[in-house]
C-alpha cells in the first residue's frame, strides 16, 4: 500500500477560531461542521469516529459504499485501510517476542533462510519493523502489474522480493518499505505455522473482539463492505476494483470503525500485548524520529499520538492514537484522500487548535491534486487555470499550476506569470515557501534559454533561503556549464 504521510492538502480555506468545549473534551459540534462541510463539497465519503477514553463522542457516515446501487455508508460498513494493516503486522510481530519465539535483534536468516541475498544475515527484525532493513517495495517490480491480479497470498509476493537486492546496507536510513512488511507476514507465517490471514482472525481480531475485520482480497465476498471510488477527468467516480492492491501483510485487510475502535482499546491493555511490548512498539529506535515499529510517532503541541495512514486508488483511512489524552481518532474514506486531509483537520479540534473549513475552490484544488498526482495533468490544468485567474486567485493553484507546466515541460511562458502572482500574494510562512516559487521560475527561465534570468531567480531563491539546495544546485550548474 503507499505511503500517506500524515499531511493534509493544502487548503486556503475559511479560518475558524481555535474550537472550545469548555476545555473539558473535544466539541462534537465543531467536529460534525468539519466533516459535513468535506462530505457536502465531496472531498469525503466514508466513516469518522471520535472516542475520549474509549467513549464514542461522535460518529457518522456520508457517501455512499455502492453508487451504482446507491447502498450508503454506515457506521458498520468496511473498508479497505491500506496501510494500517502493517500496525497489525508490527502488533503480530510483538505476540511472538512477548511468546519468547523471537527476539528483534534476531537476523532474517534464522527465520527465512532461503533468503538470496548476503544481508540476510545482518537485517534484524528491528529493521524490517522500522523501515531501515533496506528492502524496497514488490509493488515497484517490472513483473508486478502483470502478476498483480493472481496474488492471493504472501508466497506468492516472495518470488518478486526475492528478485529485488536491499537498496543499502541495513540500519543506514529511513525507506518505507512494504516489501519488508510482507517478509515480516512470512515469518509470522513460518513461526505460527498459520496462514497471516489465519492469525490475525486467532491472535488479534478474536482476543479484541473485532467480528467485522477480514483480511480478504477484493473479489470474495464480503458483506457491509464499500467499493473505492477514483475520480474520473469528466469528475465522475468510478470503483478500483481493476486498481486496487491485493492485500496482504503490508496493508489491504477490511474493517469498521468500531472494531478499529476495539482494537485500539484492546492496546490499552494486555489482550494484544505487554506493555513493554506496547512501549517498545510505540518507541522509534531506528534512522527515522518519526517512527517507531510499524507505527508513525509525532506530537501535536506537545501531546504525543500514534497511528498510521493507508492510501491506494479509491482508498484512504486514518487511525491515531493521542496516548496521554485518551483520544482515538478513526477515518475511513472509500474516496481517494478522503480521510486525511479532514483528519488533520479534526485533530486541531480535538487540541482547540484553529482549523479550517474548506471552499469550493478548495475540493476544486484538491481534485486536480489527485487527477496531477495519477498523471492526468491534462485534467487538472484547466481546474488551476480557472481557480487561479479567478476574480480571487487561489493562490496554490497558482503555483500547482506552474509547477505542472515546468516539470512537464509544456507551456513554460505561462508559469512565468503565475509564478510571480504566486509571489506576490503567498505569506511569508507559505509552502511551498516563495524561496522555492524563485527557484522554479529560475527552472523556467532556464528550460527557456534565458540563463541570465535564470541565475538571478536562483540566486533571489538564496538571498531568501540559503538552505535551499534545490537553488545551489542549479546555480552551481549554471555556473559550470561553459
Not at 516489501?179 to 513461526?191: F, R, T, W
Not at 491493555?269 to 522509534?284: A, D, E, I, K, V
Request: aromatic share 8%; with cysteine.
Amino acid at each position: 500500500m503507499k505511503l500517506l504521510a500524515i499531511a493534509a492538502v493544502a487548503l486556503l480555506a475559511l479560518p475558524v477560531a481555535a474550537a472550545t468545549n469548555g476545555d473539558t473534551g473535544p466539541s462534537r459540534k465543531n467536529i460534525e461542521t468539519l466533516v459535513s462541510r468535506y462530505a457536502d463539497l465531496d472531498l469525503f465519503s466514508g466513516t469518522v469516529l471520535v472516542a475520549d477514553h474509549g467513549k464514542v463522542v461522535y460518529a457518522d457516515a456520508f457517501g455512499e459504499a455502492n453508487k451504482d446501487h446507491r447502498i450508503p455508508n454506515r457506521l458498520n460498513t468496511s473498508y479497505n485501510i491500506g496501510s494500517i494493516g502493517k500496525t497489525f503486522t508490527a502488533v503480530a510481530i510483538m505476540q511472538l517476542v512477548d511468546a519468547g519465539k523471537l527476539k528483534l535483534d534476531d537476523k532474517l536468516s534464522r527465520f527465512l533462510p532461503e533468503f538470496p541475498f548476503p544481508e540476510k544475515d545482518t537485517i534484524t527484525i528491528q529493521q524490517l519493523l522500522n523501515h531501515s532493513s533496506g528492502l524496497g517495495d514488490y509493488m515497484e517490480h517490472e513483473d508486478y502489474p502483470r502478476k498483480m491480479a493472481g496474488i492471493e497470498n504472501i508466497a506468492d509476493i516472495l518470488p518478486l522480493i526475492y528478485t529485488q537486492r536491499p537498496q543499502f546496507s541495513p540500519g543506514e536510513r529511513f525507506a518505507y518499505s512494504n516489501s519488508g512488511m510482507v517478509v515480516l507476514g512470512a515469518i509470522v507465517e513460518k513461526i505460527s505455522g498459520l496462514s497471516y490471514p489465519e492469525y490475525l482472525r486467532l491472535h488479534i481480531f478474536a482476543p479484541a473482539g473485532m467480528i467485522d475485520s477480514r483480511l480478504t482480497q477484493e473479489n470474495d465476498v464480503l458483506s457491509n463492505r464499500s467499493l473505492g471510488y477514483v475520480l474520473t477527468p469528466n469528475r465522475g467516480r468510478v470503483t478500483n476494483v481493476r486498481s486496487i492492491m491485493p492485500a496482504s501483510a503490508d496493508g489491504g485487510l477490511h474493517t469498521t470503525a468500531p472494531d478499529l475502535l476495539r482494537f485500539d482499546q484492546a492496546l490499552y491493555g494486555t489482550r494484544l500485548l505487554n506493555s513493554n511490548s506496547r512501549q517498545r512498539m510505540f518507541t522509534p529506535v531506528g534512522p527515522a524520529p518519526f517512527y517507531g515499529s510499524g507505527w508513525f510517532t509525532k506530537s501535536i503541541n506537545g501531546h504525543r499520538a500514534v497511528g498510521h495512514g493507508g492510501g491506494a486508488p479509491g482508498v484512504n483511512a486514518e487511525f491515531r492514537r493521542y496516548l496521554d489524552d485518551g483520544y482515538t481518532l478513526i477515518v475511513l474514506s472509500n474516496y481517494d484522500l478522503g480521510a486525511t486531509p479532514l483528519a488533520e483537520e479534526i485533530e486541531k479540534v480535538l487540541f482547540n487548535l484553529p482549523y479550517a473549513l474548506p471552499t469550493q475552490a478548495d475540493a476544486d484544488f484538491a481534485h486536480a491534486q489527485q487527477f496531477a498526482d495519477s498523471g492526468q495533468v491534462g485534467a487538472a490544468l484547466p481546474i488551476l487555470d480557472r481557480l487561479a485567474t479567478a476574480e480571487k486567485p487561489h493562490v496554490m493553484s497558482l503555483y500547482m499550476a506552474a509547477r505542472l507546466r515546468i516539470v512537464g515541460k509544456t507551456e513554460v511562458e505561462k508559469a512565468l506569470p503565475a509564478l510571480t502572482r504566486y509571489i506576490e500574494l503567498a505569506g511569508a510562512d507559505a509552502q511551498p515557501s516563495i524561496s522555492a516559487a524563485w527557484w522554479r521560475k529560475g527552472n523556467a527561465y532556464e528550460l527557456l534559454g534565458r540563463v541570465a534570468d535564470a541565475r538571478k531567480c536562483y540566486e533571489t531563491a538564496l538571498a531568501l533561503d540559503p538552505k535551499n539546495e534545490e537553488a545551489q544546485l542549479a546555480l552551481t550548474k549554471l555556473r559550470d556549464t561553459p
